[in-house]
C-alpha cells in the first residue's frame, strides 16, 4: 500500500499559528492526507500557548528563536533546519501562511528542493515595497514561488492577477474568521487584575511593527497618554509583545499611569474576549483588521499603509497613522460622538465565513488527487 500524500504545515509566530490551527484541524481530519506541523520557532513562549489552546502538537521543532533576533537570523536558521528536515521527510506540499519571515524562508527552503508551496492568505499588497517591513517583501517573494494561491478577499484575487503568478489562485476567506468564530461563541470573561470593564471605556492596543520602532513608538505613547488625560472615564490595556525593543520603552513612558494596564501577551481565547468588551482598538497589527469588523469594533490603524483595504472600505477601521495629534483627534471623535462611534462600530465580515480551512482542505485534496493522475498517465 502507497503512503498518504504528505503536506507540511510550517509555522513559526503566533498570527500563524492561530491562522492555520483550522487548517491544520481539517487536514488532519482528511482520510485522503498525512499531515505533520513543523515548528521553526521564531517565536517560542507567544506560539506555545497558541498550540495548547488549539491541541496542536508539532512533530519538528527547529527551535531557531534567539533573543533580539535578527532577520538574516531567522531566514539562515529556518533554511538551515528546514533542509535537514527534508532530508528525512519529503512532504508533496508544504503550507506556509501569510508574510512573515518563516513563512518566506520556509518557501524559499522548499523550493529549494522542488518541493510545492501552498500558500493561505496569499494576495495581500500595500504596493509599498517598505511597508510594512520586511512584510511586503515577504508575501510578494512566496507569491512568486507558490504553486497554490489561498486568497482571502476577491481583491486580493486581483492582486495575484496582476502580478500574474504561477500556479492556481484560489478565493477561500481568512481563516482567522474560522478561528475568531470558534473562541468569540465561548464568550468567555476577560479578568484583568485592577481593571473594570463596567467603569471603564477601555482602549485596547497593541503595537509591534518594525516601522514604529523608536520615535513612532514614543509618539503613540504620547497619544495614548493624552487620551487617558482628556476621558478620565477611558481605561488602556496593552499586551505588550515579548520584544524588548517594542517592550522596555512602552513601559517606561506608560507603565506608571494609573488607567494603564501593561500586561503580557493575552492567551488568544483571553484577547478575542477583550476585543468582544473593549470600546476602541489602536494598532499597528494586520490581523487585528480583521478580526474587528468580525466582531463590530472600530479600530484606528497606527499605520500609513494597509494591506487590508477591505476593512477600511467595510468602515470599521481608519488608517491614523502614527503623528500624535491625528492619532488623538481620532480617538476623541469616536469617544465624544456617540453617532460617529456608531457608524464603525457595525459588524460586517469581509474576510470570509468561517469556512476558509474547509475549502482550503478541499482545494488541496483536489490538487494532489490531480498530481497523482497526471504523474500515473505520464508513467
Ligand atoms: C514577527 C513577524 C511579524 C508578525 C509578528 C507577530 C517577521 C519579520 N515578523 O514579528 O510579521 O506580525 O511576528 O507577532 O517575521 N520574542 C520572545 N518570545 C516570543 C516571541 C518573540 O521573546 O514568543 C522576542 C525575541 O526577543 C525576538 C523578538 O521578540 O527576538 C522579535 O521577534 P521576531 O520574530 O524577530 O519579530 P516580531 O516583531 O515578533
Redesign the pocket.
Known amino acids: 500500500m502507497t503512503a498518504l500524500p504528505l503536506i507540511a504545515v510550517i509555522l ?4 500563524e499559528a492561530i491562522k492555520l490551527a483550522p487548517v491544520i484541524h481539517a487536514l488532519q481530519a482528511s482520510p485522503h492526507l498525512r499531515t505533520e506541523v513543523i515548528l521553526t520557532g ?6 506555545d500557548q497558541v498550540m495548547q489552546l488549539f491541541g496542536l502538537e508539532a512533530d519538528r521543532d527547529l527551535a531557531i ?5 535578527s ?1 538574516t537570523d ?1 531566514t539562515e536558521a529556518t533554511l538551515r533546519g528546514l533542509e535537514t528536515y527534508f532530508n528525512t521527510s519529503q512532504p508533496d506540499l508544504i503550507l506556509v501562511q ?5 513563512a518566506f524562508a520556509a518557501t524559499l527552503a522548499a523550493f529549494y528542493q522542488r518541493i510545492p508551496v501552498g500558500h493561505v492568505e496569499a494576495g495581500l499588497r500595500t504596493d509599498d515595497l517598505y511597508n ?1 517591513f ?2 511586503e517583501a ?1 508575501r510578494r517573494l512566496i507569491s512568486q514561488l507558490a504553486s497554490l494561491h489561498f486568497a482571502p478577499t476577491p481583491q486580493a484575487v486581483e492582486n495575484l492577477k496582476r502580478d500574474h503568478v504561477v500556479g492556481s489562485i484560489h478565493c477561500t476567506g481568512n481563516t482567522v474568521i474560522d478561528a475568531l468564530l470558534q473562541v468569540a461563541a465561548q464568550g468567555i470573561p476577560c479578568p484583568i487584575p485592577g481593571l473594570d470593564w463596567e467603569r471603564h471605556r477601555v482602549l485596547l492596543v497593541t503595537l ?3 516601522e514604529n520602532w523608536g520615535e513612532p513608538l514614543a509618539s503613540i505613547g504620547e497619544a495614548l497618554l493624552q487620551i487617558l488625560e482628556e476621558f478620565p472615564d477611558t481605561a488602556l490595556l496593552l499586551p505588550l ?6 517592550r522596555d520603552p512602552l513601559q517606561a513612558q506608560l507603565g506608571s499611569h494609573q488607567r494603564a494596564f501593561l500586561v503580557e501577551p493575552l492567551d488568544y481565547h483571553l484577547w478575542v474576549a477583550a476585543m468582544q468588551r473593549c470600546t476602541l482598538i489602536l494598532s499597528d ?3 487585528i483588521q480583521e478580526e474587528a469588523p468580525a466582531l463590530g469594533k472600530p479600530v484606528l490603524v497606527l499605520r500609513h499603509t494597509t494591506e487590508r483595504p477591505e476593512a477600511i472600505a467595510a468602515g470599521t477601521a481608519r488608517l491614523v497613522g502614527t503623528s500624535t495629534s491625528g492619532i488623538v483627534n481620532a480617538a476623541r471623535e469616536l469617544l465624544s460622538d456617540p453617532q460617529a462611534y456608531a457608524r464603525m462600530a457595525q459588524a460586517k465580515n469581509p474576510f470570509g465565513d468561517g469556512t476558509a480551512a474547509q475549502h482550503i482542505r478541499t482545494l488541496i485534496e483536489q490538487w494532489v488527487m490531480a498530481r497523482k493522475n497526471s504523474i500515473g498517465s505520464a508513467e
Not at 509583545?241 to 517594542?246: I, K, S, Y
Open positions: 513559526g509566530t503566533r498570527p521564531q517565536h517560542r513562549e507567544m506560539v528563536m534567539r533573543p533580539r533576533q532577520l531567522i501569510g508574510d512573515t519571515t518563516t510594512p520586511p512584510e515577504n509591534h511593527r518594525r509583545h515579548r520584544n524588548p525593543v517594542v497589527s494586520g490581523g
